[in-house]
């Protein structure tokens, strides 16, 4: 069973916007961390936004690539079953492929990829100008 499963990517202009979504199940619940990452051809993985659950508090924080603060949101469900990207205010350089991940984060470290090692299939965004 795969624990996270993106949708939502496609193909819009300039300026436009975009909801990602991310089903997680099984064992990601217990992880205290969940995040998107990108990755353009001939690029590595960078960190988009992550939201990490504050222990014994229903409270969470949100963190967000310098990139795209003020454009992009990103929420979870109540039950936290389900991880979305609200993205506006698209430009072609958001173009990628766009990966959902989780884990036990240290603080610190959300948006750092290498402390990830659950991780979707990913889902294609592609902008026009």
């Known amino acids: 069973q795969v624990p996270l499963v993106e949708s939502g990517g496609g193909s819009v202009q300039a300026g436009g916007s975009l909801r990602l979504s991310c089903a997680a199940s099984?064992?990601?619940?217990?992880?205290?961390?969940m995040a998107w990452f990108r990755q353009a051809p001939g690029k590595e993985r960078e960190g988009v936004a992550a939201?990490?659950?504050?222990?014994?508090?229903?409270?969470?924080?949100?963190f967000y690539a310098d990139s795209v603060k003020g454009r992009f949101t990103i929420s979870q469900d109540s039950a936290k079953n389900t991880l979305y990207l609200q993205m506006n205010s698209l430009t072609p350089e958001d173009t990628a492929m766009y990966y959902c991940?989780?884990?036990?984060?240290?603080?610190?470290?959300?948006?750092?990829?290498?402390?990830?090692?659950?991780w979707g299939q990913g889902t294609q965004v592609t902008v026009s100008s």
């Open positions: 991940a989780a884990d036990l984060i240290w603080a610190g470290s959300e948006l750092v990829a290498n402390e990830y090692n659950y």
């Open positions: 099984g064992f990601i619940y217990s992880k205290n961390c």
């Open positions: 939201i990490r659950s504050d222990v014994g508090s229903d409270d969470s924080s949100t």
